[in-house]
Each structure stands twice: as structure tokens, then as C-alpha cells.
């Protein structure tokens, strides 16, 4: 451990709050909580056997702590600091992307409800997060049929021509482009669609009930059907889900499968008995955490983001046995505590024993293990087709090794200005996105006033960029993996490099890559017309089948770079 994290344990509180540990680049690699932040921390250096301590401990270079009220403080800022820093020894949700949330537009006088992955407008009801799109756009459908809101977008209703569109004459939209619809009857059907989104189906069964008997009673017999209709509709969709008695009341069953590093949380929402909804996410574990340690974070992190925090949580036994201990944040009181919050109401958190509530529990468990298990399938068939790619690679191209880490580099620019150039990185057939590099290319001038000659240029800002590239790499042989000044990308030697373009690149390329090429690095480049092949040497172009996995390896990698490369572009622009 460096000396500032050693006096800084020392002079660590004794009080309930949350730590960081940083390398020696100020990374933050893990976030924690505790009831005494001196005792949790020590924990870490008294036993590094297990779970990840071995990887984690070596790392530690500086120690950071916040001291807070309460229990419940703990978990939230933990949870914002998660967030915030990524840490890679912390558990948390894989996918980088938005989660899809169904938003409805109540700041508008005929509201829409819409597929939507941002949620930062106050003015709009968010209902999420899902974890399928898919799923999430079939339920907009199945809602606009039974509520008919409209689906044209903007903050006004119809369009241009002033008439009703087809969704009108096929009973979608009762069109109150046209004021076919008051405002306060449009918004009924909007309430509806929060009813729903809420779980409260209830109450939606009971007013359209009840609308259908006053169209009858006033002899509006095609409105009455309408309502039967809506009604028929609805209660068949609740049928087909009720997975448990109506007295089983509002609900989250919610299971967790762990395996090594990775872990998958399954969310089975129930409201009024019925399941309204199923969602799967899956974890990076790198700790190994248990089912319980997984339980409580899944729960966290997606909680502060869900737009409802039910009024009982039911979880594996393994997470409601958990007690408090006097080190670390445990058992089921703090986070109850910090959902309630959440909530604005009380949430109680615990497993089930018996009846309709144990049997939905253990039918989430069986999803999470099969989820788990599909994805290891999913992940070894992918693992086999990056190895077929990379064999069939070095069979193409003659090469002595398998090219394990490949780069390809690609130039953007527009008539000579702005020019910028991408290099991204690929490590056993799969992107390793913490390498990919940019550079702003210095020989190819522009009104900026970015130096050198006017006009494109594209072998001389390839030339520039690839002697930067070995330039690098030597500078890097005089720098130790502990400097701050170390890059780990640019130290590393590629087995093969990539470059975007013809002939003409490629004798660029090897201009500036000779040193690397007397290392046994191979230099190719990729011509986007037919897919041509360039090697040194060899007088024509090698064309490979259009089928084969390594040209599609090729084409992905050649394709990323150009999607790097444009998107610096633009924002150079």
C-alpha cells in the first residue's frame, strides 16, 4: 500500500458512511458502505483471500471517505457514487445502454403516450425501467387499442391536412384533431393508460364497467359496444397474466442467479395478482459477490431508477436472513429504510414461506438460472465464432501467430478541414473499448489554422497518424506501468494493423510503420468498394469470400473505426 493510503487508513472515521478506494491513476475501482467506514476498510487488508481481495487490495493506491447520518444514507450514496465512477469491482447492471421507459406527455392538451430511453423531462409521467424494447412497444400497441390515444408525434394533434388519419376509421385514435373528442374525454383514456402502467387494474376493469352500462342506459348503444369491447379486451389480457389470487395484492418478486463473476436478476411484478411484467437484467460481478451481497445492490440500483417502488418486495431467503453486522451494512432494515424514502411510504422487504407469494418467487429463480445459463451458451457460441474468425484470419493472410490484438485506423475530414483520425482495438476477435485512441491530424492545414498544407490529403494524415502510433509505442518502452504517463494502449504491440483504404494508404502505412513491421507486426489494408485486401508485396489484391468469418472480422473492425472516426469528426466540427 503507498504511504498516503496507510496514514489515510488511520485517520479513517469510526462512524457510519461510505469509502473509495482509487489506483494510482485516481480511478476510482470500488465503492463501499459500512456502519464503521475504519473497521470495513481494515476488513479489506485483514483478509484479502476472498472474494476478489487478491486482484483488489494490490490496487489500492488512495483511501477517500464520506461520513453520513445513517444506515440508509450509506446505501444511496454508494449507490449515486456507483454511478458516477463505474467502479470495476463493484456490482452493477452490464448493459451501458438507456434502459426503454414508456413516457406520457401530460404537458400537452391531448397527451401521447410513447416509447421513450431518456427520462429527464419534469413535465412527463415515466413508466420503467424495461428491459425489452420489444415488449415495451407491444404494450404501446396494446394500450392505444383498448384507450385509443393518438400516435401522431408533436405537441399538436393531426396533421397538415386537417382530416382524420387511418387510425381513426380502423377505431385506433378518436381523433380529436378534428374535435371528435373533448379534451376531458381524451384525458379519461390517458388516465386509463396510467391505471394501467400503475397496476391498477381494478379500477380499470370498474370504469369501463361502469361506462358501458351508462352508454346503455342512455340508449348509446355504439358507445356502449365500444366500452364492452374495451372491457372484453381487457379482461382478457388479465386473465391470460394472473399468475396468483387478486388478494395477493401488489408485489415485486425479485431472485438473483449468481456464477463467478456474472450474475442475473429477474423482476416479477405483480399487481392486483397479476403479473404485470417480467424483467431481466444481468450484473458484472467481478467480487463474487453472493446472492445476497448481488440481491442488494440489483435492488438498489434499480429502485433509484424505476418510476414505482412497490409497497412489498419479496426476495430470497438468503437476503432476508441476512443480520447486521457491526462492520458492514446488512440485512433488510437499512434498505427497507432507503426504499421507503424512495417510496414516500413504508416498504417492507422479505422472503416468502408459503402460498401463491413462494411459488412466483421460485418461478423468478428458475428464470434466473436459466437466464445464467443461456447467456454462458450465448457467450461460448460467440467465443467460438471470434476463434473460427481469427484462424481463418491468419490462414488468409499468411500470418506466423494468430492475431490477437488487431488496430485499425481510419481518417475523417470534410474537403481538407477538420481532419481527424480514429484507432480502435480489438483483442481476441472482440472490441476492447478502453483502447480505442483519436487523433487530430497536424499535416492536412484548414481555416482552423491546424498547420501544414491546404486541401485532403488522405495518405499524408494516414502517414502522420501511423508515425504517431510507433512513436508512441517507443515512448511508452521508457515508462513504467506505475507512471501516471503510462499508456497501456499505446505500450501494447499489435499482431496486425488495419488500415481504411487502398493502395495508397497502405504504402503510407508502411512508410511509417517500418519499425513495427521489423518486429513482425503485418500491415494490411481494407478497400471499402468490393472489399479488397491489400497486402505487401503481393501485386494484387487478396479478395476473400463475402461469406467467411474473416473478412466479416475485417469489415466490423474497419466499419468501427469509421464510426470512431466520424463521431470525432463531427464534434471537431
Given at each position: 500500500m503507498s504511504p498516503i493510503a496507510a496514514d489515510k487508513r488511520r485517520e479513517l472515521p469510526d462512524e457510519p458512511g461510505v469509502y473509495l478506494f482509487r489506483d494510482q491513476r485516481g480511478k476510482v475501482i470500488y465503492v463501499g458502505k459500512a456502519k464503521s467506514i475504519r473497521k470495513r476498510v481494515a476488513s479489506h487488508f485483514s483478509n484479502p483471500?476472498?472474494?476478489?481481495?487478491?486482484?483488489?487490495?494490490?490496487?489500492?493506491?488512495?483511501?477517500?471517505?464520506?461520513?453520513?447520518?445513517?444506515?440508509?444514507?450509506?446505501?444511496?450514496?454508494?449507490?449515486?457514487?456507483?454511478?458516477?465512477?463505474?467502479?470495476?469491482?463493484?456490482?452493477?447492471?452490464?448493459d451501458d445502454k438507456s434502459y426503454p421507459y414508456i413516457a406520457i406527455s401530460l404537458d400537452e392538451d391531448f397527451p401521447r403516450a410513447y416509447f421513450t430511453r431518456e427520462r429527464h423531462r419534469r413535465d412527463r409521467a415515466y413508466f420503467g425501467p424495461y428491459s425489452n424494447a420489444k415488449r415495451v412497444r407491444s404494450t404501446l400497441e396494446v394500450l392505444g387499442k383498448v384507450f385509443m390515444f393518438r400516435s401522431c408525434e408533436g405537441p399538436e394533434p393531426g396533421r397538415r391536412s386537417g382530416s382524420p388519419c387511418l387510425d381513426y376509421y380502423i377505431k385506433r385514435c378518436e381523433a380529436p384533431c378534428v374535435g371528435y373528442v373533448s379534451r376531458e374525454e381524451y384525458r379519461r383514456g390517458i388516465d386509463g393508460v396510467i391505471a394501467f402502467l400503475s397496476g391498477r387494474y381494478k379500477e380499470i376493469e370498474s370504469d369501463l364497467e361502469r361506462a358501458m352500462r351508462q352508454a346503455?342506459?342512455?340508449?348509446?348503444?355504439?358507445?356502449?359496444a365500444r366500452e364492452r369491447n374495451r372491457l372484453r379486451a381487457v379482461r382478457s389480457l388479465l386473465e391470460r397474466q394472473r399468475v396468483a389470487h387478486e388478494g395477493t395484492g401488489t408485489l415485486d418478486a425479485i431472485a438473483v442467479a449468481v456464477s463467478d463473476r456474472e450474475a442475473n436478476a429477474q423482476v416479477f411484478q405483480v399487481r392486483d395478482g397479476v403479473l404485470s411484467d417480467r424483467q431481466s437484467f444481468y450484473l458484472d460481478n467481478e467480487a463474487q459477490g453472493g446472492v445476497a451481497e448481488v440481491a442488494e445492490a440489483f435492488i438498489l440500483q434499480y429502485y433509484t431508477s424505476a418510476m414505482m417502488v412497490p409497497p412489498l418486495l419479496i426476495v430470497q431467503r438468503e437476503v432476508g436472513a441476512v443480520a447486521p453486522s457491526a462492520e458492514t451494512l446488512g440485512g433488510t432494515s437499512a434498505l427497507a429504510e432507503a426504499l421507503s424514502a424512495r417510496r414516500g411510504g413504508p416498504v417492507e422487504i422479505r422472503a416468502a414461506e408459503r402460498g401463491d407469494k413462494r411459488r412466483i418467487l421460485e418461478l423468478a429463480e428458475r428464470n434466473a438460472r436459466l437466464a445464467l445459463d443461456q447467456e454462458k451458451l450465448r457467450s461460448e457460441r460467440r467465443r467460438q465464432q471470434r476463434v473460427e474468425a481469427l484462424d481463418g484470419l491468419q490462414r488468409a493472410l499468411g500470418l506466423?501467430?494468430?492475431?490477437?490484438?488487431?488496430?485499425?485506423?481510419?481518417?475523417?475530414?470534410?474537403?481538407?478541414?477538420?481532419?481527424?483520425?480514429?484507432?480502435?482495438?480489438?483483442?481476441?476477435?472482440?472490441?476492447?473499448k478502453s483502447d480505442y485512441r483519436r487523433f487530430k491530424v497536424f499535416t492536412v492545414g484548414d481555416a482552423a489554422g491546424n498547420g501544414g498544407h491546404d486541401g485532403p490529403d488522405d495518405f499524408a494524415a494516414m502517414e502522420e497518424v501511423l508515425g504517431r502510433r510507433w512513436s508512441r509505442w517507443e515512448q511508452q518502452r521508457d515508462i513504467s506501468p506505475h507512471d501516471k504517463d503510462y499508456d497501456s494502449s499505446f505500450a501494447?504491440?499489435?499482431?496486425?494493423?488495419?488500415?481504411?483504404?487502398?493502395?495508397?494508404?497502405?504504402?503510407?502505412?508502411?512508410?511509417?510503420?517500418?519499425?513495427?513491421?521489423?518486429?513482425g507486426v503485418v500491415v494490411v489494408a481494407l478497400a471499402k468498394r468490393?472489399?479488397?485486401?491489400?497486402?505487401?508485396?503481393?501485386?494484387?489484391?487478396?479478395?476473400?469470400?463475402?461469406?467467411?468469418p474473416e473478412l466479416q472480422l475485417l469489415q466490423r473492425i474497419r466499419d468501427e473505426a469509421h464510426r470512431f472516426a466520424v463521431t470525432h469528426h463531427r464534434i471537431a466540427r
Open positions: 483471500s476472498t472474494r476478489a481481495g487478491k486482484d483488489l487490495v494490490p490496487m489500492i493506491d488512495q483511501i477517500e471517505a464520506l461520513v453520513v447520518h445513517t444506515e440508509a444514507e450509506a446505501l444511496l450514496a454508494e449507490q449515486n457514487f456507483i454511478k458516477q465512477y463505474k467502479p470495476r469491482f463493484n456490482i452493477r447492471l452490464r346503455a342506459a342512455e340508449q348509446r348503444f355504439e358507445d356502449a506466423d501467430t494468430i492475431p490477437l490484438r488487431i488496430e485499425c485506423f481510419d481518417i475523417s475530414t470534410l474537403m481538407g478541414t477538420n481532419t481527424v483520425a480514429s484507432m480502435v482495438v480489438f483483442e481476441g476477435g472482440a472490441p476492447k501494447a504491440l499489435p499482431n496486425l494493423v488495419v488500415i481504411d483504404g487502398g493502395k495508397g494508404q497502405l504504402s503510407a502505412g508502411l512508410r511509417a510503420l517500418a519499425g513495427f513491421r521489423e518486429r468490393i472489399e479488397e485486401v491489400f497486402v505487401p508485396g503481393a501485386a494484387a489484391p487478396l479478395a476473400l469470400a463475402h461469406d467467411t
